[in-house]
Every structure is written in structure tokens, then in C-alpha cells.
């Protein structure tokens, strides 16, 4: 009993000496809602962050880590930023082109506009092809979590994340991973894979048919007089 109560007063004196630095973090009050938009290879990621007044102080910035089988496209991004519509950073290499299983990941940062409670940021994604499977069907593409960080003036726990100060990548500022509501569930889509049965019969019938272009190409050359 005695042991039990000593235990817990271990623990409070614990988490009192604890929580200065996380409540401040929790104060912010960040809550994001994440929904994909659009259908096939070309989505939208459209986020609405919300935050409390007193988290105007902070800058905020949403992390993504994009996995192989997505991309997000930089010029797209070059002429949002330009536009003034957003303000993303890409992190890495992106080769449009590549499909899901030769390509790198990358990462974004999307920095949050500042002085505003409501927030809706569309960002858009393309969804990569992937290697064909032997009965064809449906590839599985897992959209990460973003994490939210923050540069307060008041410093909120360990600095937690490296990360590009801003658009321009000149310096590297020392942000905190702060934690926040997510107002969605984890995101699985979907995206159709070839079938490895139909590749013989394709390329056979896209032979012949070139085959038969140059035939009566030939044929018709030679009929006609020069
Ligand atoms: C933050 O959120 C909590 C719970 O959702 C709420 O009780 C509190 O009033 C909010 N604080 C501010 C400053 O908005
Ligand atoms: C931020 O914290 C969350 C939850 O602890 C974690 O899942 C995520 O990977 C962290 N993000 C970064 C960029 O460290």
C-alpha cells in the first residue's frame, strides 16, 4: 500500500516535471483532416489543418514521406509555388518516369501559411505503375502519415527533425514533431497492375500488325507510279 503510494507520487512528480515543455506543444491545438481526391493515377492529397490562435507564434510545416509507388510531381509543384497556391519543397530526386520498383522515395514539405485558423492545402500526387504480376489485378499503395512540425519561440521538447527552414533550402532549422489530431484513417488505394499472361499475345498482335502496315505500305509504294 505504502510502496504503491510512493509509486505514484514517483510517477506525478514524473510527469509534472515532464509536461511544461509537451503541454506547450499541446496548446498548439493542430488538428489535420486528410482526404484523396480524384481516381486513378492522378490523385490530390487535400488537407485542412486547423490550429488555435496561440499557435500563431509557431511556424508550421506538414511532412510526407512519399514512398515508392507515388510520386509528386515538381513542375506541377514548380507552378503552384510560382502561383502563389502553395509553398512545397521536395526533398530528393523524382524520376516521373520510373515504375514503382526501380523508383527512390522522396519527401515533401508543404509550410503552412501563417495567421490563419483554417487551412486547406491541395497537393497533388501521381500514383506509379507497377511491375505486372502473373494474374494481373490490383497493386497496393500506402500513403504515409505526415507528421507536423514546428519552429516556436518557446521551444516544445527535443528538437526532433533537421529540416529545411523554408522554401528556399538555404538553411537547415532544427523543427519539433509535434503531435496533433488526426481527423482521418490510414489510406490504402489502389491501382491496377498488367497481367504477365497478356504480354505474348500483346506483343504478337502488335507485330503482326506492324508487320501488315509495311506490307501494304510496300504494296502501295510499288503499285503507284512515280
Ligand atoms: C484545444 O483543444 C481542447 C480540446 O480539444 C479544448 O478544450 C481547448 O479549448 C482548445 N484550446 C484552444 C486554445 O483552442
Ligand atoms: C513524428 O512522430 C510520429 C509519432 O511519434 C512518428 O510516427 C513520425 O515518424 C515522426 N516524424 C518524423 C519526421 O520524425
Known sequence: MVWRFIFAS???????????????CKNLNISLTQKIDNEGFHRELNWLLERSVNSF??????????????????DQIADLNRLGHLSVLIAGD??????????????????????????SLKVPFHLRYQRAQ?????????????????????????IEVKAPCDLTNRVTCGWNNVSYQALFDEVELLVPVGDLDDY???????????????????????????
Open 134 to 158: 502473373i494474374s494481373g489485378g490490383f497493386g497496393k499503395v500506402v500513403v504515409n502519415k505526415p507528421s507536423v512540425l514546428a519552429i516556436c519561440p518557446h521551444s516544445c521538447g527535443k
Open 200 to 226: 505474348p499475345l500483346v506483343s504478337i498482335v502488335t507485330l503482326l500488325l506492324g508487320c501488315a502496315g509495311c506490307i501494304y505500305t510496300l504494296s502501295v509504294l510499288s503499285t503507284t507510279p512515280l
Open 57 to 74: 507564434q509557431c511556424k508550421l510545416a506538414i511532412r510526407l514521406d512519399v514512398g515508392q509507388e507515388m510520386f509528386i510531381n515538381p
Open 10 to 24: 514517483i510517477l506525478t512528480v514524473h510527469a509534472a516535471v515532464k509536461s511544461p515543455s509537451d503541454s506547450r
Open 94 to 119: 523524382v524520376d516521373v518516369e520510373a515504375p514503382a520498383h526501380v523508383a527512390t522515395e522522396h519527401t515533401v514539405y508543404v509550410f503552412v501559411p501563417p495567421f490563419k485558423e483554417k487551412v
